[in-house]
């Protein structure tokens, strides 16, 4: 059986009771390290706290190379972990596929994603969300401007906007950045930057700093460290008014 | 303190351990009993593995008497449980305005939540939803096809829909009544009726029920007991579309 475990948000302690069963139970127990980041917990840490060895996995060995995972869970209980809820990410339905297609059985424990817990944090309805989108790094010779558009059309639709930030191995993208290079967007796209922002910090924390307003002021706002997480909300409800007022400075 | 602790998607497991740890901690715990279910344990299950009272909070108590709620935050620890990820319902984000209001710190611990669960039993990719929609039970005078507008909407932009069903006291939607009454939406609106859909049954649990396929055959799906949800799917993924192929019989 392959299991694949979400880890939750922030830290060792975000994994549900079912899913730390699921760990302690298992044979082998990989650690895909590569989509996200468990900033609160070091692996040490979560070998020591779970019981178990935790082997790292990269995209080479689970998108090129994921055969010792699949036949060690046809033999045995194999748990595959990940940062927030498990699936999110292609690469982990490509794994199940695969999976699958061996012959071995597989299942998910789910765990706390930031795709829900941005309403508690922002106080911003679930069902007013539309599309998300993720701002990159821009390189050189590419400066994508499509979440932008996706933004914008969220925003026709008064319709807020769950945007990821980069991730990479050596840098984390912060709400500062995200909003400079969104504002260089609309230059580019001749359309007006949002008039306003929701920044998150480290979600699933004991201490998550969320502030509200507009780029100008969110780009002087010091959100501490990873990961963050930026909102571009529509119009605002009377109850989401008061949330972001009273939670995050608005 | 005034905690808002997720139960997460189906049993009394799939709360995270540092939720548990906050129960166990707490000298008073509600569980607010209106907005969702924990289908897969009772409230005494609960009492017993997590070794305290849970006093049930129905939608009045919330909403109209919560002063005995922020009265004992404001002298102690004290937890307040709801079913998936808190505060994605706007009543819980009212009582955390109420509480903060009067002084009583507060936080949440967040949990598994069907949002983002459904990218994992579907196989359908995060960024690619739209704006969700409920499907309520239709009352003689009252027919709203607003849930068929969303998914068109969403349809028009390539974006899936995921589909809350209605949950009252007494019954619980399942996904055949949900394919009709989107049908008969169709035949009010004189739009067609979406060609594939995508059920399924007791998320988070060890055995949920995934199914795609068209409204004719889904409906004719025994999908077993609740909380079932629905999900419109828009193009497929060449990932998507194997996925669904392998895990839901498409």
Redesign the interface.
């Known amino acids: 059986m392959l299991t694949?475990v979400?880890l939750?948000?922030f830290?060792?302690?975000?994994?549900?009771?079912?899913g730390?069963?699921a760990v302690r139970r298992a044979e082998y127990v990989y650690l895909e390290s590569y989509t996200s980041r468990m900033m609160g917990s070091s692996v040490s840490e979560m070998e020591a706290v779970f019981g178990k060895e935790i082997v790292l996995l990269g995209r080479e060995d689970v998108e090129q190379h994921p055969d010792e995972v699949i036949r060690r869970a046809r033999d045995g209980d194999v748990v595959f972990l990940t940062g927030?809820?498990?699936?999110?990410s292609?690469t982990?339905?490509?794994l199940?596929?695969r999976a699958?297609?061996m012959g071995v059985a597989t299942?998910?424990i789910?765990?706390?994603?930031i795709?829900?817990?941005v309403?508690?944090?922002a106080?911003l309805?679930?069902?007013?969300?539309?599309?998300?989108?993720?701002v990159p790094f821009p390189a050189k010779s590419w400066f994508p401007t499509t979440p932008l558009e996706t933004i914008r059309?969220n925003l026709a639709?008064n319709?807020h906007t769950l945007v990821?930030l980069d991730i990479q191995p050596d840098r984390y993208m912060r709400v500062g950045e995200a909003i400079a290079i969104i504002e260089r967007m609309a230059e580019i796209l001749e359309t007006p930057a949002p008039s306003l922002y929701v920044g998150i910090a480290r979600?699933?924390s004991?201490h998550p700093h969320v502030a509200a307003g507009t780029g100008e002021l969110l780009k002087s706002v010091d959100f501490g460290p990873p990961l963050h997480i930026l909102v571009v909300p529509a119009d605002l409800h009377p109850?989401?008014h008061?949330?972001l007022r009273?939670?995050a400075g608005l």
């Open positions: 694949f979400g939750g948000l830290d060792l302690k975000d994994i549900s009771v079912k730390l069963d927030g809820d498990p699936m999110v292609t982990h339905a490509d199940r596929i699958a297609g299942s998910i789910h765990a706390s994603s795709a829900s817990a309403c508690g944090l106080g309805q679930n069902y007013r969300f539309g599309k998300s989108c993720s059309q639709l319709l990821y979600a699933g004991e109850v989401e008061e949330y009273t939670f």
